[in-house]
């Protein structure tokens, strides 16, 4: 069954350093998302991303934050300059299809990439 | 606004048990999932229910919601001590961006 898989599954980096997360979504998937979880706390939405454009972001999602997806593949979050609060786990999920096309609305999410920063 | 409480937040039974989880939401939505979470694990995805349904079912599991409330649950009847997760509930607003809204999640325990 196809699966989203994302790498690393876990990241250590120092405060102020760059991290790329990246995410392979199901191949035929159209809409593609980020989300986190800090320890102990809900998911959050951070981003979403349709026809090579961000079609929708949360506050969380400021300026050090970016996606792209470079390739017909892969989805990358790029946090420019890491802080300590960014240490969450992160995942990614791709749905197929808009609402009302008759059950392609599930989000299927990656295992995650939990990202530790010091 | 806040979107997808759960209740209650932990909630521990013997194998063998029905468990029941409850979800509010306080906006209009196109859809609701429910998702399963092993711990420190990825987010799986149990069952999805339009805004236009009532009820489904699929295997162990049956949901229900009442869009008048603004309320769902999630029952897993005859648990197995691999049940033992955290379950969210997450909606979909009628935006097409289909960004989710996870709410803080139930612990289950089930004790063998």
């Known amino acids: 069954e196809p699966e989203v898989t994302q790498t690393p599954s876990h990241q250590v980096t120092q405060m102020g350093q760059e991290v790329i997360l990246r995410c392979v979504p199901i191949?035929?998937?159209?809409?593609f998302y980020w989300y986190r979880q800090i320890l102990g706390q809900k998911v959050e939405f951070l981003v979403s991303?349709?026809?090579?454009?961000?079609?929708?972001k949360s506050e969380i999602f400021d300026d050090q934050f970016s996606v792209e997806r470079p390739d017909g593949s892969n989805f990358t979050l790029k946090i420019r300059s890491t802080k300590l609060e960014d240490s969450a786990m992160y995942f990614c999920?791709?749905?197929?299809?808009?609402?009302?096309?008759?059950?392609?609305?599930?989000?299927?999410f990656g295992p995650g990439t939990r990202l530790l920063v010091l | 606004s806040q979107q997808g409480e759960e209740d209650p937040q932990a909630l521990s039974i013997q194998e063998g048990e029905n468990a029941t989880m409850n979800c509010s939401y306080k906006?209009?939505?196109?859809?609701l999932q429910w998702y399963r979470q092993n711990s420190g694990r990825g987010l799986v995805h149990l069952i999805l229910i339009r805004s236009n349904e009532r009820e489904k079912h699929s295997g162990r599991l049956r949901v229900t919601l009442d869009t008048s409330k603004k309320s769902s649950s999630l029952l897993i009847t005859a648990s197995r001590a691999a049940d033992t997760a955290s379950y969210f509930c997450a909606t979909a607003s009628s935006s097409n961006t289909g960004k989710l809204i996870f709410g803080q999640g139930t612990t289950l325990q089930v004790k063998p």
């Open positions: 906006t209009s939505i196109n859809n």
């Open positions: 999920a791709s749905r197929m299809s808009p609402f009302d096309s008759g059950g392609q609305e599930t989000q299927y």
């Open positions: 191949s035929n998937h159209l809409y």
């Open positions: 991303f349709y026809n090579n454009e961000i079609s929708e």
